[in-house]
């Protein structure tokens, strides 16, 4: 995982940053309990190495990504505070929950959108994209859709049964999220 993340190194986690070009920085958070449980948990280091990250990206805009949403996770507060305070970030996007989710966060440098995403295991079956567009004013735009697997065959005749029966019993209700929670453009003011 390391090698393919092109994180390099040797640390025990695996945070990285990649800058698409000029204008935009993704950042990777690793949020896993090395010493157990599906929730997630900020290590000592990740707040100081998220400063550096974001200062780092200059007038570039930021994405951050994390399996589990940084909102739920234990000293996730003190990253999100980061975030609230920088003016180019866009979004904190994550999965885990299995919820398709879009939910606006005020901060400081003028707020962001926390964005989790449903399960490809889970009904609905859906993925995430995201398109990032310039807007005329300087500000930003994050399109993003949701998208269904065609798997072909009886494997994925037999997934989408399955993940739809399970839906009947009540565990995933609200999984597909609201209508504001999938297809939408989401604006974000240029920094001041």
């Known amino acids: 995982l390391r090698a393919g993340s092109g994180a390099g190194g040797n640390a025990e986690r695996i945070d990285y940053h990649l800058d698409v070009g000029p204008r935009l920085r993704l950042i990777v958070l690793d949020l896993v309990r090395r010493a157990g449980g599906s929730g997630g948990l900020v290590a000592p280091g990740q707040p100081a190495w998220l400063a550096r990250e974001l200062a780092g990206a200059a007038d570039r805009w930021v994405l951050v990504f994390s399996h589990q949403p940084l909102e739920s ?53 859906q993925a995430r994209a995201l398109r990032l567009v310039q807007t005329a004013g300087g500000g930003i735009c994050i399109e993003t859709w949701m998208l269904d697997h065609i798997f072909p065959g009886r494997l994925g ?26 297809n939408v453009r989401l604006y974000r003011s240029p920094p001041p």
């Open 73 to 125: 996770s234990a000293g996730g507060e003190e990253l999100l505070a980061l975030l609230d305070r920088h003016p180019r970030v866009v979004a904190a996007v994550a999965g885990h929950v299995h919820r398709n989710q879009i939910v606006p966060r005020p901060g400081a440098g003028g707020g962001y959108w926390l964005i989790t995403t449903a399960s490809l295991i889970d009904y609905p079956q």
């Open 157 to 182: 005749e037999i997934s989408r049964q399955l993940s739809y029966i399970d839906a009947q019993g009540g565990r995933p209700r609200g999984f597909a999220g609201g209508r504001l929670d999938r």
